[in-house]
């Protein structure tokens, strides 16, 4: 299928997806502006003197504003491949499962860096020259 034959099939972004990316971009930029951006950083919510259960909610919100700001955009050729592909099926069901296994898959590898850094354990070998 051309280019040009996805865009005929109505492969469109959901104004949904690009308003989340908006949000997004505020959030992460109001945090910048208030100075207050670095406490969500992975290495101050674990070494800060939150709980930890708090800090690791805590940390997956602020990475899935920066995968919804940052990741999603970077993926909207693949939504408009999708929406094209999907256009015969309850379009919100079939675009809600799509993003949301896309942000599934993310939050588990945020969740697994945050707490391999947490526990100082790499999931690569050291190597050393």
């Given amino acids: 299928m051309s280019a040009a034959e996805v865009r005929i099939a109505g492969g ?14 505020a959030m992460a930029i109001g945090a ?10 992975h290495d101050a919510l674990i070494e800060g003197r939150l709980p930890y259960a708090l800090a690791l909610v805590l940390f997956l ?13 970077s993926s909207l050729p693949l939504v408009r491949l999708f929406a094209a592909a999907a256009a015969g099926q309850p379009r919100r069901a079939a675009m809600a499962a799509f993003l949301g296994g896309y942000a599934a898959v993310w939050t588990a590898f945020g969740w697994l860096a945050f707490i391999t850094n947490a526990h100082n354990v790499s999931p690569a070998p050291t190597i050393t020259y």
Avoid at 32 to 41: N, P, Q, V
Wanted: hydrophobic letters at 60%.
């Fill in 32 to 41: 910048e502006i208030s100075g207050r951006g670095s406490a969500l950083h």
């Fill in 12 to 25: 469109r972004v959901p104004p949904a997806v690009l308003g989340t990316i908006a949000v997004a971009w």
């Fill in 61 to 73: 919100v602020a990475w899935q504003a920066m995968v919804a700001a940052m990741m999603v955009p």
